[in-house]
Nanobody, 122 residues
Framework: QVQLVESGGGLVQAGGSLRLSCAASGRIFSVNAMGWYRQAPGKQRELVARINSGGSTNYADSVKGRFTISRDNAKNTVYLQMNSLKPEDTAVYYC????????????????WGQGTQVTVSS
């Protein structure tokens, strides 16, 4: 079975930094796009940043210039470096990956991590 395991959340003061990691494990044929989403209480889940297998990235306007997404294809791992954090960045952050599990059908499937809490105090 394929799973995404996140780490790196926590509590930080405004202006501080955190780095999230997400590793895809299991029987994987290939990993396509990977990304981070977040969901604050009472709000819908929203895209934070996304990176494709070639390294092209896109970011939510609210995090441009502060957050950086990167990936290590050899480790099937995606990272989110978050700098200059603001209280409005407080949310549960979810890792997402579009990948093809190893098997007879080789069909691209979206997978989600369990979520990691990021809390930014003012």
């Amino acid at each position: 079975q394929v799973q995404l395991v996140e780490s790196g959340g926590g509590l930080v003061q405004a202006g501080g930094s955190l780095r999230l990691s997400c590793a895809a494990s299991g029987r994987i044929f290939s990993v396509n796009a990977m990304g981070w989403y977040r969901q604050a209480p009472g709000k819908q889940r929203e895209l934070v940043a996304r990176i494709n297998s070639g390294g092209s990235t896109n970011y939510a306007d609210s995090v441009k210039g502060r957050f950086t997404i990167s990936r290590d294809n050899a480790k099937n791992t995606v990272y989110l470096q978050m700098n200059s954090l603001k209280p409005e960045d407080t949310a549960v952050y979810y890792c997402n990956a579009d990948l093809i599990p190893a098997g007879p059908y080789l069909r691209s499937t979206a997978y989600w991590g369990q979520g990691t809490q990021v809390t930014v105090s003012s």
